[in-house]
């Protein structure tokens, strides 16, 4: 079992609609929970950080904690086509691990 | 405040030679991270160390590949030998010590080494 695991997509969604990005992780003693934005060519850009169960609302950018299901999840409201990226979940306790990320395409 | 610095961006190599990679991290980061990504792949987790010591090399291949944190100067990391499987893009993150293990890391913007 991966340490962390999104599906590798490609999701697509229409301009505006609600993105949503999943990601679960096997290591029960994580602490922080990341997303990270990566553009085509270009490297991995921090987007959001979490570090305790629940919501946390930043712009249109909503990230989701649940330890007990060892789950976190990525909100993206009113999509943009400049959101079509690679969405990478990482996942940090004793070691840092990143997932293979999710392809995102916003239809305009 | 500059950010994570990596050069060169882009390297060529021939089979058999070696390629150096450096990063600085950003002012007052004490935690260097090294990654690889193959096309169309995820990041791929290879050593993280602090000024002077590894702390965790568990990614890196076990032949050819070293990596290094002086006391002065950049991270580097070595691959000697290079064969055409090395070509990819490294990246080199940094972080700050934070408590609690919120070690928020920032990446550069990558070396692209292209072996032929």
């Known amino acids: 079992q991966k340490e962390v695991e999104q599906n590798s997509g490609p999701l697509s969604v229409p301009e505006g609609a609600i993105a949503s990005l999943n990601c679960t992780y096997s290591?029960?003693?994580?602490?922080?929970f990341f997303w990270y934005r990566q553009y085509s060519g270009k490297s991995p850009e921090l987007i959001m950080s979490?570090?305790?169960?629940g919501d946390k609302e930043d712009g249109r950018f909503t990230a989701q904690l649940n330890k007990a299901s060892q789950y976190v999840s990525l909100l993206i409201r009113d999509s943009q086509p400049s959101d079509s990226a690679t969405y990478l979940c990482a996942v940090t306790g004793n070691q840092f691990y990143f997932g293979t990320g999710t392809s995102l395409t916003v239809i305009p | 405040n500059a950010g994570v610095m990596q050069n060169p961006r882009h390297l060529v190599r021939r089979r058999g030679q070696e390629a150096r990679l450096r990063c600085s991290p950003m002012k007052g980061h004490s935690h260097v991270y090294w990654y690889r990504q193959l096309p169309e792949e995820g990041l791929k987790f290879m050593v993280y160390l602090q000024k002077e010591n590894i702390i965790d090399e568990s990614g890196m291949p076990k032949e050819r590949f070293s990596a290094e944190f002086p006391k002065e100067g950049p991270s580097i990391l070595r691959i000697q030998q290079v064969v055409r499987g090395d070509s990819a893009a490294y990246f080199c993150?940094?972080?700050?010590?934070?408590?609690?293990?919120?070690?928020?890391?920032?990446f550069g913007a990558g070396t692209r080494l292209s072996v032929l």
């Open positions: 993150a940094s972080s700050p010590l934070l408590a609690g293990g919120k070690n928020i890391q920032y």
């Open positions: 290591d029960r003693v994580s602490q922080s």
């Open positions: 979490i570090y305790s169960n």
